[in-house]
C-alpha cells in the first residue's frame, strides 16, 4: 500500500483554543495530501492566521464560542467523510511513518475501533500513553520503569493526544460525550468503544512527540479554568460510569480534601497551589450543585 493510497482513507483532525505557539508546527508534519480539519474554539491570538499560512488547504470550522475539546471535535468528526479520523491535539507532533502505522494496524485489527501510538516527551523520553480503565489504575501504581511493548498492544485507553478512530465505530458510539468540556473525554470514549464491542490497540511502533501544555497560552484564568473542570470532568465521569451515589461521595470526599489543601497553601504564600485547589474545590462543588460544564444546551432524553 503506497502512502497515497493511504491519504485518502484518513482524515486530520484538531480542535484548537489560542494554540498559535504549536499549532503551525504541527500542521507542518501534516501531509498536504491528507483532508485536514481545524476547529477553532474563539481563538483571540494568532491561530487562524498560522492555520492559513501554514494549511491553506485545511477546512475551517469557526465556533463563535469556546465549545471544549469533545465538542469541538465533534464539530469536525460529523464533517469526516473518509474511513478513519486522526484526532490530534495542535500541541503533537506527526510523522508520516507513524500515520501509515497506525493505518496499517488498523486493517491488522478490523474489530477495534480506537488505536494510539506510541508518544515521545521533547526529550526524546516515553511518556505513557496507554492504560487499563480508569476504575482499575490505581492498583497499577505510577508504572515506573515498565518496558515498552514490542508490538501491538490490547488496552483500555489510549491518550488523547493522538488517535486513530474508526469512523464507524465513532458514530456508533456518537462520538465523544458533549457534557464534557475538557478533560476525562479520551477516558470516556474508551470505555464506551470497549462497552461496544470494539478493541483499542496501542501500536508501539507508531511513534508521534507531544510537547504537553502547549495547547493554550497558561494564564491565571486558564489555570483556573484547567483545575475546575479536571474535578468536575473526574465525577461526571464517575456518575455516568458507576452512578450518582458513588459520584456524590467522590465529590465530597475531595471538596473537603481541596479545601483543606488550597487553606494550608494559602497559610504559607504557595499561591498558585493554593488558586489549583481551590478550582479543584470549586469544580467539585459545582458538580454537587448539579453544575453543567458544557455550553450547549442540555440533551433531553
Not at 257 to 265: S, V
Request: glycine letters at 8%; proline letters at 4%; a neutral charge.
Amino acid at each position: 500500500m503506497t502512502p497515497k493510497d493511504i491519504w485518502s482513507r484518513v482524515t486530520v483532525l484538531t480542535v484548537t483554543h489560542n494554540g498559535g505557539e504549536v499549532i503551525g508546527n504541527m500542521l507542518k508534519t501534516v501531509p498536504s495530501q491528507m483532508p485536514l480539519i481545524v476547529v477553532d474554539n474563539a481563538s483571540s491570538d494568532d491561530t487562524l492566521d498560522i492555520v492559513r499560512a501554514v494549511a491553506p488547504q485545511a477546512r475551517l470550522i469557526l465556533n463563535e464560542v469556546g465549545l471544549g475539546y469533545g465538542n469541538g471535535m465533534n464539530c469536525g468528526l460529523h464533517n469526516v467523510e473518509t474511513e478513519f479520523a486522526l484526532l490530534v491535539n495542535p500541541d503533537s507532533i506527526l510523522s508520516e511513518d507513524a500515520i501509515i502505522k497506525l493505518i496499517e494496524a488498523a486493517d491488522q485489527f478490523p474489530d477495534a475501533g480506537l488505536f494510539g501510538p506510541a508518544i515521545l516527551n521533547p526529550d526524546g523520553s516515553v511518556e505513557l500513553s496507554h492504560d487499563v480503565n480508569l476504575f482499575n489504575r490505581g492498583a497499577l501504581g505510577k508504572r515506573v520503569g515498565e518496558i515498552h511493548p514490542e508490538g501491538p498492544l490490547s488496552a483500555d485507553f489510549v491518550t488523547g493526544a493522538v488517535m486513530l478512530l474508526r469512523m464507524d465505530a465513532g458514530r456508533a458510539v456518537n462520538f465523544f460525550d458533549r457534557e464534557i468540556f475538557l478533560y476525562y473525554e479520551d477516558d470516556d470514549i474508551c470505555m464506551r468503544l470497549r462497552k461496544a464491542g470494539y478493541g483499542i490497540v496501542h501500536v508501539p511502533d507508531a511513534v508521534i512527540t507531544h510537547i504537553g501544555g502547549g495547547s493554550v497560552r497558561p494564564n491565571r484564568a486558564y489555570y483556573w479554568e484547567k483545575f475546575w473542570h479536571i474535578s468536575w470532568s473526574r465525577f461526571y465521569f464517575e456518575k455516568k460510569h458507576r452512578g450518582m451515589s458513588a459520584a456524590r461521595s467522590l465529590a465530597l470526599k475531595y471538596a473537603c480534601r481541596y479545601a483543606f489543601k488550597a487553606l494550608g497553601y494559602a497559610l504559607v504564600l504557595k499561591r498558585s497551589k493554593a488558586w489549583r485547589d481551590a478550582a479543584r474545590f470549586s469544580g467539585a462543588i459545582g458538580f454537587l450543585l448539579g453544575k453543567r460544564a458544557s455550553v450547549l444546551p442540555a440533551v433531553v432524553e
